[in-house]
């Protein structure tokens, strides 16, 4: 595991050295920042109780093994098969809902939205065509998503890293399957169905006014191989 894709988890330290247990990262912003489209009810509850539990349950599957409580939570759900199989799927959902999750609140902004610039917005030309067909295609794949998962922009290892919308079940994370995330949209109910109830679609339409394009941005720019290896 690289530095750059370690650098995406908040590992704490105690004052001895050691590594204390998972913690849950503040939002980068106020509740109703992302208002109207995300409503502060929902995120105090997506950040404050659900997030919040995949991190506490996740703490609570390594209490017996001292030697992983040292992992990262990307290390843990990359290398889920070397665990032993009575935490495996209790580190598969609650590591990839911590780490999912934290990706996700830095992948919206309150002065997000617009277009992307740069290296990014020339790669999105490229493969989907255009901007507006990479969000059509964005929001079918969301829509489509049966059950709870992510939509993700994703880059390929492979194939001169070629850029895809992809989506995973359940709190899987695309670089399980050697993607590298740049770009992800919760679609479990918990993250709209408040405000939105089942309009799913209302969700993923309206979430473009938040999205954190420097972020996303930033993302693409290490998204190389030596950031996925
Ligand atoms: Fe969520």
Avoid at 20 to 49: C, Q, V
Avoid at 68 to 91: D, E
Avoid at 157 to 167: A, D
Avoid at 174 to 180: C, S
């Amino acid at each position: 595991m690289t530095e750059a894709v370690t650098r995406d988890h908040e590992v704490a330290t105690h004052p001895a050295g050691g590594v204390s247990n998972h913690l849950l990262p503040p939002l980068p912003y106020d509740p109703a920042a992302l208002e109207p489209y995300i409503d502060a009810r929902t995120m105090r509850l997506h950040h404050g109780k659900h997030h919040a539990s995949y991190v506490e349950k996740l703490n609570t599957a390594l209490e017996t093994f001292p030697d992983l409580q040292q992992k990262t939570a990307l290390w843990l759900l990359l290398n889920v098969g070397k665990l032993p199989m009575s935490i495996r799927m209790a580190v598969r959902n609650n590591a990839g809902g911590h780490v999912n999750h934290s990706l996700f609140w830095r992948a919206m902004s309150a002065t997000g939205g617009g277009a992307p610039s740069g290296p990014l917005a020339d790669a999105i030309k490229r493969d989907f065509g255009s901007f507006d067909l990479f969000k059509a295609r964005f929001d079918e794949a969301g829509v489509a998503l049966f059950g709870s998962g992510w939509v993700w922009l994703a880059r390929a290892r492979k194939e001169g890293g070629r850029l895809e919308v992809i989506t995973t079940s359940g709190h899987d994370n695309p670089l399980m399957d050697g993607r590298f995330p740049l770009l992800l949209n919760d679609a479990w109910e918990h993250a709209y169905y408040l405000k939105h109830e089942n309009r799913r679609a209302d969700y993923l339409n309206g979430w473009w006014a938040v999205v954190n394009w420097q972020e996303a941005a930033r993302r693409y720019e290490r998204s190389d191989d030596s950031a996925v290896s």
